[in-house]
């Protein structure tokens, strides 16, 4: 069964700094575009950095500048640096996917389960 397993979430002062990681493990074929996306309290899930399999990549106004979302080589790691955090960063941080199980399956959407970012002095 496949799953995606962030890491890296945690406290941190304003200004400071936080590397993600989502990994994906079980068997798969291939991934293809990866996100993170975070939800605040009381607010919507919102979508902050995509991937794609080519290496596209796309942002939400908010991080522009600040974060940058990769990947590794074997398509099997994403991560999302993120720098000069601001108290508007905290929230739950989830790593998206859209895999394909087998050479011949379609895409199947996948979420992780969410990692804690406190940004707070």
């Known amino acids: 069964q496949v799953q995606l397993v962030e890491s890296g979430g945690g406290l941190v002062q304003p200004g400071g700094s936080l590397k993600l990681s989502c990994t994906a493990s079980g068997t798969f074929f291939r991934m293809y575009t990866m996100a993170w996306y975070r939800q605040a309290p009381g607010k919507q899930r919102e979508l902050v950095a995509r991937?794609?399999?080519?290496?596209?990549?796309n942002y939400a106004e908010s991080v522009k500048g600040r974060f940058l979302i990769s990947r590794d080589n074997t398509r099997t790691t994403g991560f999302l640096q993120m720098n000069s955090l601001e108290p508007e960063d905290t929230a739950v941080y989830y790593c998206?996917?859209?895999?394909?199980?087998?050479?011949?399956?379609?895409?199947?959407?996948?979420w992780g389960q969410g990692t804690q970012v406190n940004v707070s002095s």
């Open positions: 991937i794609t399999a080519g290496g596209s990549t």
């Open positions: 998206n996917a859209d895999l394909q199980t087998t050479s011949l399956s379609t895409l199947i959407n996948y």
